[in-house]
C-alpha cells in the first residue's frame, strides 16, 4: 500500500502542494472579501445592503461546478480574456466562499448588542470607526468556529478546480487510473492527505477560540 | 457628509462590479462545454444474435445470462467512437464493437445496459462486478494488464493533434508544439507524454476533465490544439469539419482492447474469437466504415495479442 504512494510521490507532492497554494490564497481573498460583503449588508447605505444581499443569494445558491464553468467556458465564449488557470480558480473559490463568510461575519455582527455602535455613533464616530474599532473586533470572537468550518469546505472545494485545468490533489486519481495503480489505495492515500491537511486548521481554531476567549 | 461621500462611492464601485459579473454569467448557460456535440445518431449496424452459446467456467457470462442482457461500460462524449446524441440514442464504433461482442456471446446487443464509467474509474468498474465488459478507448497496457483482462486489441489508434481548420503553425506535428498551447484530458496518457516529452511549455499546458471542454476551449481560442489519440480527434473533426482538423502525423501507438474481470480467462477468450471473426468476415471492415470511416481515413483490424 505504501509503494502506491512513494512511487507516485511526484504526483501526490504536486497535487498538494497546488491544493495548499489554492486554499490558502483564496483563504486570505474570501475573508477580506466577505468581511467587505458583511459590512456591505450592515451599512446604513441600502444600495449598498442590496449589493450585498443580491451577491450572497447569488453566489450560495449557484453550485461551485457551475461558478467554476462560468469562469472557465462562459468567459472564453465571450472571448474575455483572463489570467492564468490558477488565479481564474482562486477568482472561483474566492467569488464562492467569500458569499458563506459574509453571512458567518454578518451573524457575527448581529451578535454585538446595537447599543455599542449606538454609542460609538454618540462619541463621533464614522460607520467604517464604529465598524472596525467597535463591532468587527468583538464579531471576530463568535465567529471563530462557523468561520473555521467554512475553510475546511473550502479545503475540501479546493478539489472541484480539478475538472478546470488545475491539477490538484482531487486530479490525482486521473493520472494514477492512467499509470494502472490501484484507485482504493489512491483515495485512501488522499483521504489521508486531507486529513493532515485539516489538522493544523483544528489546532489553528482551538487557538483563535483562546486568544480571543473573554476571561 | 464625509461618510455619505464614501459611501456613495463605494456604492459605484460594486454596482460597476457586479454589472460586469453579470455581464460574465449570461452566456455561460449555453457555454461548458460540449457545444460542438450537436450531431443526432443515426441507424446501428444490424448483427446477427448466435445461439446456444455457452462460456464454459465464466462467471461473467453466467451472471449475464441469468440477468439476460449485458451490461457494458462506455463513453459517451466521444463522436462516432463512443456516442450519446440528445435522444439517448448511442452509436459510434466503440458501440458496435460492444454490440458485435453481445451478439457473439449469444445475448441481444439491444438489450445491452450502457453505464457511462469515467477513464479514473475503469478498472474499480471492472474488477467490482459493476460492468461485465469495457469497450471505450482503453489502451493496454502492463500495468493496467495487472488489474483488468485485455481482450483485443479491436484497434489501434495514435496521439495526435486536432487543430483550429486555418491554422498551419502546428502542420509540422509534435515538433511544433513548442510555445503553442495544448490541452487534453486530465492526468491522460496523452497530455503525460507531452509534459515528459517536454513538447511545450509547462504553463501553456491546460487539462480539463472531458474532450469536448478541450475542443469548446479551442474553438475560443483559449488553446492551439487539442491532443489525443487520433481516433477521438477525426470524431470531432467530423463534426464540425469546417472549422477543425486533424494534423494526421501520429506520435504514438495506441492498442485499444476490451477490458473484462482479470480472472476470467473464459471470457477474454470468447471475445478474442468473436474479433478474430470480424476481422475475417468482414464485419469489423463494416462497422468501421459505418462510423469512423466516414473521415474519410481507411481502417484494417490489428492482430490480436492473446495471451
Given at each position: 500500500m505504501l509503494s502506491v504512494l512513494t512511487d507516485n510521490w511526484d504526483l501526490f507532492r504536486d497535487g498538494f502542494w497546488l491544493t495548499i497554494r489554492l486554499f490558502l490564497v483564496s483563504a486570505v481573498l474570501s475573508l477580506v472579501l466577505g468581511t467587505i460583503l458583511g459590512a456591505f449588508r450592515v451599512s446604513p447605505v441600502p444600495a449598498l445592503r442590496a449589493v450585498g444581499t443580491g451577491y450572497v443569494n447569488t453566489l450560495r445558491n449557484t453550485p461551485l461546478t457551475l461558478v467554476f464553468a462560468f469562469l472557465f467556458f462562459g468567459a472564453a465564449k465571450m472571448q474575455l480574456a483572463l489570467p492564468s488557470p490558477?488565479?481564474?480558480?482562486?477568482?472561483?473559490?474566492?467569488?464562492?466562499?467569500?458569499?458563506?463568510?459574509?453571512?458567518?461575519?454578518?451573524?457575527?455582527?448581529?451578535?454585538?448588542?446595537?447599543?455599542?455602535?449606538?454609542?460609538?455613533?454618540?462619541?463621533?464616530?464614522?460607520?467604517?470607526?464604529?465598524?472596525?474599532?467597535?463591532?468587527?473586533?468583538?464579531?471576530?470572537?463568535?465567529?471563530?468556529?462557523?468561520?473555521?468550518?467554512?475553510?475546511?469546505?473550502?479545503?475540501?472545494?479546493?478539489?472541484?478546480?480539478?475538472?478546470?485545468?488545475?491539477?490538484?490533489?482531487?486530479?490525482?486519481?486521473?493520472?494514477?487510473?492512467?499509470?494502472?495503480?490501484?484507485?482504493?489505495?489512491?483515495?485512501?492515500?488522499?483521504?489521508?492527505?486531507?486529513?493532515?491537511?485539516?489538522?493544523?486548521?483544528?489546532?489553528?481554531?482551538?487557538?483563535?477560540?483562546?486568544?480571543?476567549?473573554?476571561? | 457628509m464625509r461618510m455619505r461621500h464614501l459611501a456613495a462611492t463605494v456604492g459605484v464601485a460594486a454596482l460597476a462590479l457586479t454589472a460586469v459579473a453579470c455581464g460574465k454569467e449570461e452566456p455561460a448557460a449555453g457555454g461548458g462545454g460540449g457545444s460542438t456535440a450537436s450531431d443526432s445518431c443515426g441507424d446501428l449496424h444490424k448483427f446477427t444474435t448466435a445461439a446456444d452459446v455457452n462460456v464454459a467456467g465464466s462467471p461473467t457470462f453466467t451472471k449475464a445470462k441469468t440477468r439476460g442482457n449485458l451490461v457494458v461500460g462506455v463513453k459517451a462524449d466521444q463522436p462516432n467512437l463512443g456516442y450519446k446524441d440528445a435522444d439517448g440514442k448511442r452509436c459510434g464504433f466503440d458501440i458496435e464493437v460492444a454490440r458485435m461482442v453481445s451478439a457473439g456471446l449469444g445475448l441481444d446487443p439491444d438489450k445491452i445496459e450502457y453505464k457511462e464509467i469515467p477513464s479514473a474509474n475503469r478498472e474499480t468498474a471492472i474488477a467490482g462486478g459493476e460492468i461485465d465488459y469495457y469497450v471505450g478507448t482503453y489502451s493496454i497496457t502492463d500495468k493496467r494488464k495487472a488489474l483488468v483482462g485485455f481482450a483485443g486489441p479491436y484497434f489501434v489508434a495514435g496521439q495526435d493533434l486536432l487543430v483550429r481548420k486555418d491554422d498551419t503553425s502546428l502542420d509540422a506535428g509534435k515538433e511544433a508544439l513548442k510555445g503553442k498551447k495544448v490541452c487534453s484530458a486530465t492526468g491522460s496518457t496523452p497530455i503525460q507524454r507531452v509534459k515528459d516529452e517536454q513538447l511545450t511549455e509547462a504553463s501553456n499546458i491546460s487539462e480539463f476533465k472531458t474532450y469536448s471542454e478541450c475542443v469548446s476551449q479551442l474553438l475560443d481560442n483559449k488553446t492551439d490544439a487539442v491532443t489525443t489519440d487520433d481516433a477521438i480527434l477525426k470524431g470531432y473533426a467530423a463534426t464540425a469539419p469546417d472549422q477543425l482538423r486533424v494534423v494526421g502525423k501520429p506520435f504514438s501507438t495506441e492498442k485499444y482492447g476490451i477490458g473484462v474481470p482479470l480472472a476470467d480467462k473464459a471470457i477474454r477468450d470468447q471475445v478474442n474469437t468473436i474479433l478474430e471473426k470480424s476481422a475475417t468476415d468482414g464485419t469489423w471492415k463494416a462497422i468501421y466504415d459505418e462510423t469512423l470511416g466516414k473521415s474519410g481515413s481507411p481502417g484494417t483490424p490489428p492482430p490480436l495479442e492473446k495471451y
Open positions: 490558477f488565479w481564474t480558480g482562486v477568482g472561483a473559490l474566492t467569488i464562492y466562499t467569500s458569499a458563506f463568510v459574509c453571512e458567518v461575519v454578518r451573524s457575527g455582527i448581529n451578535t454585538i448588542s446595537p447599543g455599542q455602535s449606538e454609542a460609538a455613533r454618540a462619541v463621533g464616530m464614522t460607520f467604517i470607526q464604529v465598524l472596525t474599532l467597535i463591532v468587527l473586533p468583538q464579531a471576530f470572537r463568535a465567529i471563530v468556529p462557523p468561520l473555521s468550518s467554512v475553510f475546511i469546505a473550502l479545503l475540501k472545494n479546493t478539489t472541484i478546480a480539478a475538472g478546470f485545468s488545475l491539477a490538484e490533489a482531487g486530479a490525482i486519481p486521473a493520472a494514477m487510473s492512467e499509470r494502472g495503480e490501484n484507485q482504493l489505495i489512491t483515495l485512501v492515500w488522499i483521504t489521508i492527505g486531507f486529513l493532515i491537511l485539516i489538522v493544523p486548521l483544528i489546532f489553528l481554531q482551538r487557538w483563535a477560540e483562546r486568544r480571543t476567549a473573554v476571561a | -
